[in-house]
């Protein structure tokens, strides 16, 4: 020992502490580091940002402290005085310090002869080193090496019931504490016995499917995706996540969580949980392909192509729409540059997946009438989808490119001007007749006979030609058509009597013709060239606010509309100048503003070029012509407003005129007559006549119901026996309710319409050989021989009502009947005045004019007897040919009558603010439309049978 070395017995010494001390330092520097693993973990698990930090920084700091401790440690080692201080002093204190003063001598003395030999103080360094007792040292070791035992048994018992209580909380903030972007690296299961089902949106009407959990499948978009499942631990807050949107998972009262996700674009589902801002998965995915609701597909037969409407002007539209789910609405669209206008042609029921349909467009639609550019016509459709919301589907287009303004009124009239050519030509084709003697009598009757039907048919031609969408209607078709009866009664003259007399006769009856049509067709060329200026002043107002556009710097929106409106300006003045005197008159005018707008446009002096159009419009609203002739002035004399010029040769388009508003006012007076009488019938009946069968009219009342009670009830398929015989139970109930409130004329119409029904469910039941339908015939056969009865009973009522109130109200049905006879007169007097001359009506009219005045005769007798019913029909009889008469004398003559030549109502009446009367007006519409759309001599049955539907 004493030959040793310090710095050997030194490190002997080292390794005797460490031997003692080292293992148990590291074990407890080992559960430290646990320890503190565990708490990170724990901290990190909260999941905020903030949590996550203090445990990121918590675990370098426990590291970098346990690096710190090993670097210290090593540089201790090779400290000799703090080796001796922490070892020998610690055992015995005195010779620590003499063993440290022994350490300083040995290093003066190698450095300072003065202080002495090195030898010397080396020696007394060993001897020092030899006296320190290494039982003692091994024993203070020991007790160093218990306390850190102690510290590391301590920790690692924490750390030990920490991850004993719950180990997985852990991993789960170890995996928290590693996530990036919000998401853990390692997947952890949270689910168990998963089940997983699909519920297809409720518009679908589909049944729940149930999915094999994790396997990838197709499903509707906005489908519901449930997941059911045992949570594995508790306390977890669990999501159900495509990595973008999280949905919570909540308790389905059986111990287990259910989440709902709505499906929208293609996902992958997994469970997960979340802690704080971080997600950690459960690596089962489920992936879903979402199939999208697709808009509605539209064919137009035809399309796409392009249509000249002078070419067509009825444009049939037929379409088929399908739809993967289910259809909306169909619609109609018309588009004229940034004019759209739709029309609602279906509303499918029943999410049907099909429809088919037909429109006609004509060439008088009124959209077609109020643009001049080319339009765009569509099918489009939209679907039933509420998930993303309706999509429109359309079809190809079809281009329909409208006329020049005017250039339907101008090929009309043209056509009609050849037929004013046919009948010159009949009239000097007579004159250079010679007067037929007895030998070539029949010979010239023959001739006679030819010439005439070749103009006729001239004439014929041109009544019965459509000209793209305007066709010869109203004044001058039914001029047209007079004269040419006139022409044929002048002709049959002649035949009876082959004679210079009669000869003449028929060439003063052809000059009569030929003048007449002369007159009447240029007043529909003056009526025409009106409306057409009117029309072009409203595109000369668009040039106008083009022109104003482009003053204020627009040059893109005004540069294009100035274009079209002078394109269309100068077509349609070409066209204007087509008709007649006025009409060239009035086209001059167009082309001389024209002229003025394009030097103001070529200098770019916009200001001048909006003054010209507006000049131009306001100077095309006054249609008159620029100077009189006969003394008339015009209007750039300032004189008013006037027609045609009245010296013309012949009256007959007033004439043909003033027939037409008399007639308009006798069937508004005769109606009006009719309505008088109604009401006369009314005041006359009394409550108490009615009150007196109420009892009884209660007891057929339900007598009626009981005869309908087995029949089926409405929601059968349509055209069905079951379905007819649910529409006679309806109308056989609203007989019994209209008895029960006294109203027994409507009580007999719903039995009358009633009874059809059933004996149609009869019909329908016997011809089928199905079961139900069967049934329901012999059902309504039953019911049918019921309700004859009660019918019956109803009808003999209503006709003692009647017939009582005709009684009392005689006195007025006697004022009424002289009324009628003098509208019986004045229709006489107007048919006599249309048998002759230039305002002669065609023969049809006439017929029904002579018809109506002999029912209001008949009229007049049953009301002068004081038969208020029978007067009333008769009246009713009447009212229709009047109507039907009035039928083929209206009509549109084309443009020309749409501003020009109607008259306001002199008298109106200005309903009351509390009047409106929605469900009357929407009656009023349909009985008109019914009633007007039909044939003439059904009008007032199908009238009748709209009343019986409304109520």
């Known amino acids: 020992m004493d030959n040793e070395a310090p710095a050997l017995s030194i490190a002997r010494l080292r390794s005797i502490w460490d031997a003692e001390v080292g293992p148990s330092a590291r074990r407890a520097l080992t559960a430290a580091a646990i320890a503190g693993l565990f708490v990170a973990a724990h901290v990190a698990r909260v999941g905020s940002p903030l949590a996550r930090a203090l445990a990121g920084a918590g675990l370098a700091l426990l590291l970098a402290a346990i690096v710190a401790r090993a670097i210290v440690a090593r540089r201790r080692r090779g400290d000799a005085r703090r080796t001796v201080r922490e070892i020998i002093g610690r055992t015995d204190d ?54 850190w035992a102690t510290a590391g048994l301590a920790l690692g018992a924490a750390a030990l019931a920490a991850a004993a209580i ?88 059986k111990g287990g969580v259910i989440a709902r996700w709505t499906l929208g674009d293609s996902t992958t589902l997994q469970a997960a949980a979340r802690f704080g801002q971080v997600r950690v998965r459960q690596a089962d995915a489920q992936r879903v392909v979402s199939i999208p609701d697709d808009a509605p597909r539209v064919t137009l037969e035809g399309a796409p192509r392009t249509v000249k409407l002078l ?73 039933n989808d509420p998930i993303e919301g309706p999509k429109w589907g359309r079809s190809e287009a079809i281009l329909v490119v409208p006329p020049q303004v005017g250039e339907p009124e101008a090929r009309r009239y043209a056509a009609l001007v050849k037929a004013r050519d046919a009948l010159t030509d009949l009239l000097a084709d007579r004159i250079g007749q010679k007067a037929p003697d007895g030998t070539g009598a029949a010979a010239h009757a023959a001739h006679e006979a030819e010439a005439q039907a070749a103009a006729k048919a001239v004439v014929e031609r041109a009544l019965d030609a459509d ?17 040419l009866a006139r022409l044929d009664e002048a002709l049959a003259a002649e035949k009876r009597s082959t004679t210079r007399a009669a000869h003449q006769k028929l060439l003063d009856e052809t000059e009569g013709v030929l003048l007449a049509f002369d007159a009447g067709l240029r007043g529909l060329a003056y009526r025409d060239a009106q409306a057409v200026a009117r029309r072009l002043a409203d595109v000369a107002d668009e040039a106008a606010a083009a022109a104003e556009l482009l003053g204020n710097g627009d040059r893109s929106g005004g540069e294009v509309r100035l274009e079209a409106a002078v394109t269309v300006l100068g077509g349609g003045g070409a066209e204007l100048r087509k008709l007649g005197d006025l009409g060239l008159d009035l086209g001059e005018i167009v082309a001389n503003d024209l002229r003025r707008i394009a030097r103001a ?96 009219a209660k007891r057929h009342a339900e007598a009626i119901r009981e005869a309908v009670r087995d029949l089926p009830q409405p929601g059968a398929a349509p055209g069905s026996a079951e379905s007819a015989a649910a529409a006679g139970r309806e109308q056989a109930e609203a007989m019994a309710g209209a008895l029960e409130q006294g109203r027994p004329e409507d009580a007999v119409e719903s039995g009358q319409g009633a009874m059809r029904s059933l004996g149609e469910a009869r019909r329908l039941g ?155 007006e929407f009656r009023r519409r349909v009985l008109e439309g019914l009633g007007g759309a039909s044939e003439p001599r059904l009008r007032e049955a199908i009238k009748r049978y709209a009343e019986g539907l409304l109520k």
């Open 94 to 147: 005195a010779l620590g310090a003499a063993t440290l003063r022994a350490l300083a001598l040995v290093d003066r003395a190698a450095s300072d002869d003065r202080v002495g030999s090195p030898e010397l103080a080396g020696l007394h360094l060993r001897r020092l080193l030899g006296r320190a007792s290494h039982p003692r040292i091994a024993a203070r070791a020991r007790q160093a090496a218990a306390r």
């Open 766 to 920: 016997s011809q089928s050989g199905f079961f139900p339908e069967e049934r329901a015939g012999r059902e309504a056969a039953e019911a049918q021989r019921a309700l004859a009865e009660e019918l019956a009973w109803a009808e003999e009522a209503l006709r003692k009502l009647r017939q009582a109130a005709s009684e009392r109200a005689r006195e007025g049905l006697g004022r009424s009947s002289q009324r009628e006879g003098s509208l019986a007169d004045r229709a006489r007097d107007l048919r006599k005045r249309g048998e002759r001359g230039d305002g002669r009506m065609p023969e049809e009219v006439l017929e029904r004019l002579d018809e109506a005045e002999q029912a209001m005769r008949e009229a007049q007798r049953a009301l002068a007897e004081g038969d208020g019913e029978e007067g009333s029909d008769r009246q009713r009889d009447a009212q229709r040919l009047l109507e039907m008469s009035r039928s083929d004398d209206q009509g549109q003559e084309g443009d020309g009558d749409v501003d020009g030549d109607r008259s306001m109502a002199r008298k109106a009446d200005i309903p009351d603010k509390d009047k409106h009367k929605g469900p009357e």
């Open 601 to 696: 446009r070529g200098a770019a002096d916009w200001v001048h070029t909006e003054l010209a159009a507006r000049d131009l419009a306001a100077r095309l609203r006054r249609p008159e012509p620029s100077f009189g002739g006969g003394g008339r002035g015009g209007v750039e004399s300032g004189a008013p407003r006037g027609g045609p010029d009245p010296e013309d040769a012949s009256s007959a388009d007033e004439s043909v005129a003033q027939s037409a508003r008399d007639l308009e006012e006798l069937a508004r007076d005769h109606a009006a007559e009719m309505n008088a009488v109604a009401e006369e019938l009314e005041r006359a009946s009394r409550p108490e006549d009615i009150a007196a069968l109420r009892e009884e």
């Open 166 to 253: 719950e180990p997985a909380r852990v991993v789960e903030g170890l995996d928290v504490l590693a996530a990036r972007g919000g998401e853990a690296p390692l997947d952890l299961p949270w689910l168990e016995d998963i089940e997983m089902t699909a519920t297809p949106p409720e518009y679908l009407h589909a049944d729940t499917e149930v999915l094999l959990p994790f396997a990838t499948t197709m499903q509707p978009r906005g489908t519901v995706i449930t997941m059911r499942g045992r949570p594995i631990r508790g306390g977890r807050a669990l999501v159900l996540t495509d990595g973008a949107a999280d949905v919570p998972f909540v308790d389905d009262g």
């Open 467 to 483: 000209y793209g969408g305007v066709r010869v209607r109203g004044r001058i078709a039914s001029l047209a058509r007079g004269q």
């Open 311 to 383: 070419d067509e002007p009825s444009i049939p539209l037929r379409y088929e729409v399908t739809d993967d789910h289910g259809l909306r609405e169909v619609d109609l669209v018309l588009r004229a540059g940034p004019r759209e206008e739709r029309r609602v042609l279906s509303r499918p029921a029943g999410d049907a997946k099909v429809d088919r349909g037909g429109y006609e467009l004509r060439a008088r639609d009124p959209f077609f009438r109020r643009t001049y550019v080319p339009v765009e016509v569509r099918i489009e459709a939209r679907d």
